[in-house]
């Protein structure tokens, strides 16, 4: 589980003097088996931030006693540790003791196997035959986080697979985008596998060719690369019966072919086509116009004058990357956003942190435990309903209205020298009604003298620049179009018939896609969604977190099916309705259906479709280990 990197001379004593405290406390318990670190005097104080002290609000000298211990236990080598499965009883322990608050029992399972003290795979009962094997074959669409989570899975297992990607290059989002600044926004030691050799991240929050670097090892590590077709693109699909295959069109360099499938897999997520901004005059428009998920390595933006259209994350990301550079930025608002301040947000990982990172027993695992933590389950109380509460317009209850308060203190601060700012940028609306946003020094850059911030509506694009519906007329070299995805589409946009002539895009019309778990539909057998309907992490967690979760679901029913000679599964209609009557009842109580909320997680008749409302150990626990009897199920030919 430790990261691999080349050993380095690195005094270590100095190494642990920048080690987490509440890690290290959690390493002594592992080596010594001493359960004396979970107690006072030696406990850390609770600490919510994303990035938390090192120091943990233990007192100088109780640091200077932990350090001394680790070190003495290390300064000849590595002992045998005395626990390494710490069990559910223990565990819970730890992890209150490491984060100095209450933990659920529910979530020592689920984090044992995140952590890797237990396996996360699933697993045969009797290991088939290679003839038996030979005979299955899955194709994964779109080589991104989920096909490389499955792709290692189905290796593991030995099912033949293929993944087929229209771009030139595995990595999909961290591959397709790389408008300037783009990163995660994700704390990235959570944002990365449960499996494998662990990266050696330079910052909590990595840009994107760090990312896509890690994922390309990942690739590496597994031999996935063999599996994968490049520049081949998924034209349709559709289910034949008789045959109780996926039989595939596949668009190629050298022209279309047929491919056959026992199982087909959709791991292009939800946010993979570029929403265009429909704006009048925009063919009028001389200069140069992107969408920022279309971004060129070749668009040069120095000295420019520059538009972005949208204050999401992208344009957060975006915008004071390049403020220092351009000419100037004018930054068009359709709605104001809140945004979560993150102290040490760029800074970069000490040397010490690394190496204690990559060869210090379970530190990695416990570091990646409190970032997966503080980035997970803890904020969805604060964006359920309370229908006592009397201030319904600026907040969803009491806790998200304290939220409310800080998030705008922030702006304020941020902002106190510039009146007209903030009355732009505060929002009207409860915090966390949105995505999730963290700030990048966004607020600061608006008062940069090169930058504006717009929030009258554009009326129409000029031939240089843009016009805004008060008659003002703004000069623009480069147009950068920052809206969004058609998020709704998802894998309809496949051209996938399952039973019947069923098509997917007819199932979902009216902007509404639906599937039992996010991952099957009634009528289109063997086909499985990773990312899709309501399971997107809308409240905090990681896509990486959900991929592995339906990764163990997809390849648990692929072990039952083979072991059982089942040819073909789909999802109950009755099983799909009620658990979408579950879905949306849940959504009721959350904010995302506030009144006054709009976001792509909705559709045009306001019934959240993309995020997920469960907790993420909810979802864990729901697609751990598939139910069958949710299911109708086809028998191998050999069999009827």
């Known amino acids: 589980m430790n990261i691999e990197l080349p050993r380095q001379h690195l005094d270590l004593s100095s190494a642990i003097a920048e080690g987490d405290i509440r890690v290290l406390l959690m390493v002594l ?26 120091d943990a609000g233990v007192p100088k000298e109780i640091q200077d ?13 590595t002992p045998k540790p005395v626990i390494t499965d710490p069990g559910d009883e223990l565990m819970l322990r730890m992890m209150r003791a490491t984060l100095g608050e209450h933990v659920a029992p529910e979530y020592a399972p689920l984090m044992r196997e995140e952590m890797g003290f237990v396996s996360r795979d699933a697993r045969w009962r009797a290991q088939p035959s290679c003839e038996k094997l030979a005979q299955q074959h899955v194709l994964i669409v779109g080589a991104g986080v989920c096909a490389i989570a499955l792709g290692v899975a189905l290796g593991r297992l030995g099912i033949p697979y293929t993944i087929v990607e229209k771009q030139d290059e595995i990595g999909g989002t961290w591959y397709v985008n790389r408008y300037p600044g783009c990163g995660v926004d994700t704390p990235n030691h959570s944002y990365s596998f449960s499996f494998g050799a662990r990266n050696p991240w330079t910052r909590y929050f990595a840009q994107r060719q760090e990312l896509l670097d890690y994922l390309l090892n990942v690739v590496r590590e597994h031999d996935i690369r063999r599996h994968v077709r490049l520049s081949t693109e998924l034209v349709a699909s559709r289910w034949d019966e008789g045959k109780r295959r996926w039989i595939s069109t596949l668009r190629t360099a050298n022209g279309e072919e047929t491919l056959e499938s026992t199982v087909l897999v959709s791991a292009i997520g939800q946010l993979n086509d570029p ?26 933006l120095d000295g420019k004058h520059v538009a972005v259209i949208g204050t999401g994350a992208t344009a957060m990301q975006l915008v004071p990357s390049i403020a220092d550079r351009v000419a100037s930025v004018t930054v068009y608002q359709r ?33 990646r435990f409190n970032m997966f933590w503080r980035y997970g ?26 939220h409310r308060q800080e998030l705008a203190d922030f702006i304020l601060s941020e902002l106190k020298d510039r009146p007209d700012l903030i009355e732009k940028c505060m929002p009207t609306y409860p915090p966390y009604g949105k995505r999730i946003l963290l700030d990048n020094n966004w607020f600061k850059t608006l008062t940069r003298p090169n930058v504006e911030l717009v929030t009258d509506r554009i009326d129409h694009f000029a031939a240089d620049g843009i016009v805004t519906a008060d008659g003002t007329s703004r000069q623009h070299d480069v147009i950068v179009i920052s809206t969004g995805f058609k998020v709704s589409e998802m894998a309809a946009r496949l051209d996938l018939t399952g039973r019947d002539g069923k098509n997917l895009k007819q199932v979902w019309e009216h902007d509404n896609p639906t599937a039992y778990l996010g991952l099957t539909v009634p009528d289109f057998p063997n086909l499985f969604l990773m990312l899709g309907p309501n399971s997107g992490p809308a409240h905090g967690g990681s896509v990486i977190f959900q991929s592995e979760c339906q990764t163990r679901y997809i390849s648990a029913c692929l072990v039952e099916m083979i072991e059982n000679d089942i040819a073909a599964i ?22 995302w259906t506030h009144p006054g909320m709009t976001t792509y997680y909705r559709n045009s008749r306001g019934r959240v479709f993309s995020a997920m409302p469960w907790r993420f150990v909810d979802y864990w626990k729901m697609t751990h280990d598939p139910d069958f009897a949710q299911y109708r199920t086809t028998k191998s030919r050999q069999e009827t």
């Open 29 to 54: 318990v592992h080596v010594t088996g001493d359960e004396k670190w979970l107690e006072p005097p030696y406990k850390p104080k609770r600490d919510v931030r994303l990035i938390p002290d090192p």
């Open 570 to 591: 789909d999802v109950h209609p009755a099983a799909h309705d009620a658990y979408i009557r579950e879905v949306d009842a849940e959504h009721e109580q959350l904010i």
């Open 377 to 402: 389950d803890g904020l969805l109380p604060f964006l359920r309903k309370d229908p006592a509460w009397p201030h319904p317009d600026r907040a969803v209850n009491k806790g998200n209205d304290r």
């Open 65 to 77: 006693e932990i350090r001394a211990a680790v070190l003495n236990l290390f300064a000849n080598g």
């Open 335 to 367: 709605t104001a956003q809140w945004a979560r301040p993150v102290k040490g947000y760029s800074d970069p990982i000490t040397e010490g942190a690394q190496w204690l990172l990559a060869h210090l027993p379970f530190y990695v695992q416990w570091y």
């Open 275 to 300: 929403l265009p901004a429909r704006f009048k005059g925009d063919e009028d428009f001389k200069g140069l116009k992107v969408h920022s998920a279309l971004w060129s390595d070749d668009i040069k």
